[in-house]
């Protein structure tokens, strides 16, 4: 039995008849079963491969009649069990294409790290020659959205160390048109814009290879905020001093070759930095992930020089940095003005991840760790994707021994967080959460209280100006009240203002001032405060939700275990577990003792907004659920 996943989707019987199956959603389940290669795949993924975030309510039956109908067609040689929690399908002796080309593409950049150039070229064609078009393109718009970019980026790296083996053998002329056309399709890939620079100089384009440089730069710096990596730069020097000759680096290091640990470091120390005339040395391009600014940084003073401090230090221990704060306090902000304020000390790269999707659902650590073996140079096999284990081994032997700095922003707790660190002191890992990590020793975490009234305004006036916050000081004390200390809630209101010269500062306190209407009124843009604070909602289980939901009626006033109790209908206990979890997930704050020494509780007006418009998880909007 034959199986085709690079292209449209079939199965063909050994004497190339093609089994006829209808419908993208069953083509979509035999997709799911093969990439799963031997492991079982659940109810709950083939309903997200399926149909998305809106299954039917006769998901389970419809998945069973797809698994009877692929059973029916397949015949005895193929066998689909159900093993809890779904499906594994088992196929003795059966040919696919994605598993022929893992095993070629394998072969192909092993031959070329081992400068068997003419064979890397054959092993790396016949690979490519296995894609039939558009992978998985009968399948579901889910199943394509989730799985496609990964197997694209398999097919554009064998494409990359195809034309890599082609360059070595001379045969620039050839594939000169080739990557014209790939870098038009591709204009971030920077290896493939090296590699179109080196062909068009063994072609006698000198002035030709230099346009392709500096049309990618200015593609890098308006579509990334970044400049070229050493790759596309050593490139660009080679040109400049006449070394890409044959035998020369076309830009990039093959797939897999040993490249040296730290070419920025020594890059930057003047050591060992390509002279003039000679050929760059192959080198992985350092990463540089680090966003752009959020805009003026203002405040958090102390903070800032604390994070400076201990990213700085080198003294043989682990740096690992936690930032915590509720939803909306300026966590990310402060530490990537931290990252870049500490660049230098991490020549090796900046790395920067977020660990939840635009919804609030947390990343798997598989998924992230594809995504930095990447950005370091070590695209892992499709094989591998799914394979934890495999991710973490390849990850820390690829950080090992190099200074790099990741900021994981956004961690959800520290199971998330532990395969995703570094395997040597040498680098340092800044992580922002809502959640305190056991992880993270409370010296190296930093927790940010919410803004104080003068502060407030000093953010305010950073995004409108003085002048228009003086002129009426009542009411811009009224605004940084109503923004209850939240730094996201003051970015939206002074991004309001700003986009509206012509307002007074007192018509968007009038509309604040209505407690019924200002979350909604807390918005700009795809900026909400709303959406900010559901998202710390969503991960609470029934017990913490209705503490959170049946308490927000009461006032602002500081309050104990006890009297929550008493309004929720529980165990003092209970209760006090509950808004304990609510303080760990920055839903709620401590305020103190009481006389007889119980912990006091306090809101923030923006999440006691929110809670009360939440009386029970039924009431969320499906739009934020």
């Known amino acids: 039995m034959d199986f085709r996943l690079l292209g449209p989707i079939e199965a063909k019987r050994g004497s190339g008849a093609t089994i006829p199956l209808s419908g993208s959603k069953v083509h979509t389940v035999l997709a799911a079963l093969l990439l799963s290669e031997g492991r079982v795949v659940s109810d709950a993924r083939?309903?997200?491969?399926?149909?998305?975030?809106?299954?039917?309510?006769?998901?389970?039956?419809?998945?069973?009649?797809?698994?009877?109908?692929?059973?029916?067609?397949?015949?005895?040689?193929?066998?689909?069990?159900?093993?809890?929690?779904?499906?594994?399908?088992?196929?003795?002796g059966a040919w696919i294409d994605l598993t022929e080309f893992d095993r070629l593409d394998r072969l192909g950049r092993e031959a070329l790290a081992d400068r068997r150039f003419d064979e890397a070229g054959r092993l790396l064609r016949d690979a490519l020659d296995l894609w039939r078009g558009t992978a998985l393109a009968n399948a579901t718009e889910q199943m394509i959205e989730a799985e496609l970019p990964r197997l694209e980026e398999a097919r554009m790296i064998a494409l990359e160390s195809r034309i890599e083996a082609d360059l070595a053998v001379g045969r620039h002329e050839q594939v000169t048109a080739e990557l014209t056309g790939l870098v038009a399709e591709h204009p971030v890939r920077e290896r493939l814009r090296a590699q179109l620079m080196t062909a068009l100089y063994r072609c006698g384009r000198q002035a030709d290879a230099l346009h392709t440089y500096y049309e990618g730069r200015a593609v890098l710096a308006d579509q990334l905020g970044v400049d070229p990596g050493e790759a596309l730069g050593s490139t660009y020097q080679a040109v400049l001093g006449g070394g890409l000759g044959l035998g020369a680096s076309a830009g990039s290091p093959p797939a897999g070759a040993d490249a040296p640990q730290a070419p920025a470091a020594r890059g930057?120390?003047?050591?060992?930095?390509?002279?003039?005339?000679?050929?760059?040395a192959p080198s992985r391009a350092v990463p540089a992930m680090l966003p752009a600014p959020y805009g003026e940084f203002t405040g958090r003073r102390a903070e800032l020089a604390g994070l400076r401090a201990r990213l700085g230090r080198e003294d043989g221990r682990p740096r690992r940095l936690l930032i915590t704060g509720m939803a909306g306090a300026g966590k990310t902000a402060l530490a990537v003005r931290a990252a870049q304020d500490c660049a230098a000390h991490f020549p090796d790269g900046q790395l920067f991840v977020e660990l939840c999707h635009p919804d609030g659902a947390p990343k798997e650590p598989a998924e992230v760790l594809v995504r930095l073996l990447r950005a370091l140079g070590e695209p892992p096999a499709a094989s591998a994707f799914g394979d934890l284990e495999e991710l973490v081994r390849l990850y820390r032997t690829r950080t090992s021994g190099a200074r790099l700095l990741l900021v994981l922003d956004g961690a959800v707790g520290d199971r998330q967080v532990a395969p995703l660190l570094p395997g040597g002191p040498e680098s340092a890992v800044l992580i922002t959460s809502q959640e305190r990590l056991a992880r993270v020793a409370g010296a190296d975490t930093t927790a940010l209280a919410l803004v104080d009234e003068e502060e407030g305004l000093e953010l305010l006036a950073s995004l409108v100006g003085r002048g228009r916050l003086d002129a009426d000081p009542d009411a811009a004390d009224d605004l940084v009240a109503y923004c209850a200390g939240l730094p996201l809630a003051l970015h939206v209101t002074g991004a309001r203002l700003a986009a509206r010269p012509h307002w007074p500062v007192a018509r968007l306190a009038a509309r604040l001032a209505d407690p019924g209407t200002r979350l909604a009124e807390l918005s700009y843009g795809d900026v909400s405060v709303r959406e900010a604070l559901v998202h710390s909602v969503r991960r609470l289980e029934e017990p913490e939700l209705a503490a959170l939901t049946g308490l927000a009626d009461g006032d602002a006033e500081p309050f104990c275990a006890q009297y929550a109790a008493l309004v929720l209908g529980t165990a003092e206990e209970e209760a006090e577990a509950a808004l304990d979890t609510l303080v760990d997930r920055a839903l709620l704050e401590l305020s103190g003792l009481d006389s007889q020494g119980r912990p006091l509780y306090r809101w923030n007006d923006l999440v006691r907004l929110l809670a009360a418009s939440l009386t029970t998880r039924d009431a969320f909007p499906s739009a934020v659920l």
């Open 46 to 92: 083939l309903s997200a491969l399926l149909w998305g975030w809106d299954p039917p309510a006769t998901a389970s039956a419809q998945i069973y009649t797809y698994m009877s109908r692929l059973r029916k067609h397949l015949g005895p040689e193929i066998e689909i069990v159900r093993r809890q929690p779904g499906y594994v399908l088992r196929a003795p």
């Open 268 to 280: 930057r120390a003047g050591s060992t930095a390509p002279a003039a005339g000679t050929a760059a």
